[in-house]
Structures are given as structure tokens and as C-alpha cells.
């Protein structure tokens, strides 16, 4: 079995870290290996969830942009190495100070772009932009007048309920057999007050089979939020 085939078992069986390990020792011979590269990212971003509220956090996420950096570069038109830096992008925008974040919002916004003009249906793009929508829409008013009036970003400049409602929605249809897409999507209705297509969405979540380390987390969230909204 090669490295990649023991990172993906050590990923997929829970073991995140091991698998970054293993990955970021193979870049020592081999520092411009695409197919490492990114998966070195995907386990940066998992990793990073574990460490939601943590120092640690960002500190996993500035990882997985800097190795994104490298497997773009390695392979432009490459898929993966654009989502998984967009996604770790797009997170760490959210921990970021008001101009940065825009910075880093825009850069995941523009990953997320690329990849749909080369796959219209690529679940995960679509996720980055529905996501970035709704966090942006999140913000008072005053926060996303000063942000458009003073920072000027497509993201910003194009975001919307009915924006961020159309790419999650799109992700959750393109990407079926991810549990963070229907998440997102449960989380977005519960935001707009539409309490039953939240709970279905939320219900969805709790039967899918886990794939992704984050994914039992992720339902163990939405059990709670259902016994919080009721029957």
C-alpha cells in the first residue's frame, strides 16, 4: 500500500493527524506531489474543526492555505487542491479581523468560481459560496454596508440570502453523500426562521452515513438541534 492509499485509511478511519503526518513527511522527498498536497489540506481543515475554540485552530488553518497555496501551484486547473484550500480558506475568514477576512473570503470565493467554470456541479464549490453568503449575511447592517462600501469584493458585493439559500441548496443536491453540505443547508433554514425545512434537513444529517471524520460531530449538533426545536 502506498502512502497515499495508508493516508486515505488513516483519514477515513478517524486518524486525521496520522494521516497528515505520514503526508507531510512524504513532501520532504517529494515537495511538489499534487495528489499529497491536497490531501495534506483535507486533513488540516478536519483537524481544525476538532480544534473549534481553540489557539490551535487558526494555526491548522494558516497550514492547510499555505499547503493549498502549494498544490494549486503545482496543478492550476486542479479540483481538489482548489476546494480544500477554498474551504480552509473560507473558514479561517471567519476568524479573521474585518479586512482580512474579506481578504480571505474573496480568495475562497474565487477558488469556489474557478472550479464551477470547469464543473458546474461540483458540490463543494458550491458549499464555499453558500457558506460565504451566509456568513456575510449574518452580520448586522452596518457591518455589511462598511464591508461593501470600504472593501469592495465580489463576495461581498454579491451576497444575499437568496444567493447563499441557491449554492447551499446546490450543494446538498450535488454532493448527496456529504453530511457537512446538508448541514449547512439545515443550518441556513433554521436562520431564516423556517423551522420545518430546517428539521427535515437536520433529520437528513442524522441518517447519512459517516464518511468524514467531522461528520459524527456534525450529527451529534444536529440531534441536539432537533430536540431544540421540537416536535
Excluded: C
Amino acid at each position: 500500500m502506498g502512502v497515499v492509499e495508508r493516508a486515505d485509511a488513516l483519514y477515513f478511519g478517524g486518524q486525521p493527524e496520522d494521516a497528515f503526518e505520514l503526508l507531510r513527511d512524504r513532501l520532504t522527498d517529494r515537495p511538489d506531489d499534487y495528489d499529497v498536497l491536497w490531501r495534506v489540506v483535507r486533513s488540516t481543515l478536519i483537524l481544525s474543526v476538532a480544534a473549534e475554540g481553540s489557539r490551535s485552530q487558526n494555526s491548522w488553518l494558516d497550514t492547510g492555505m499555505e499547503f493549498g497555496d502549494r498544490a494549486v501551484a503545482a496543478r492550476p486547473d486542479g479540483v481538489e487542491g482548489r476546494y480544500w484550500r477554498g474551504a480552509v480558506t473560507g473558514r479561517r475568514a471567519l476568524n479573521a479581523v474585518a479586512e482580512y477576512g474579506a481578504e480571505l473570503a474573496q480568495r475562497a470565493y474565487e477558488d469556489a468560481r474557478v472550479i464551477l467554470a470547469l464543473e458546474p456541479k461540483h458540490g463543494g464549490a458550491h458549499n464555499i459560496l453558500g457558506k460565504i453568503f451566509f456568513e456575510i449575511m449574518s452580520m448586522s447592517r452596518i457591518e455589511r454596508f462598511v464591508g461593501r462600501t470600504f472593501v469592495r469584493t465580489d463576495a461581498l458585493r454579491e451576497s444575499s440570502w437568496e444567493e447563499a439559500e441557491l449554492h447551499l441548496e446546490a450543494a446538498a443536491a450535488d454532493g448527496p453523500d456529504w453530511v457537512l453540505f446538508q448541514y449547512d443547508l439545515a443550518e441556513l433554514y433554521r436562520k431564516r426562521g423556517r423551522k420545518e425545512d430546517a428539521r427535515a434537513a437536520y433529520a437528513r444529517v442524522t441518517h447519512m452515513p459517516t464518511v468524514h471524520p467531522s461528520d459524527m460531530a456534525l450529527q451529534a449538533d444536529a440531534e441536539r438541534v432537533l430536540g431544540e426545536l421540537g416536535s
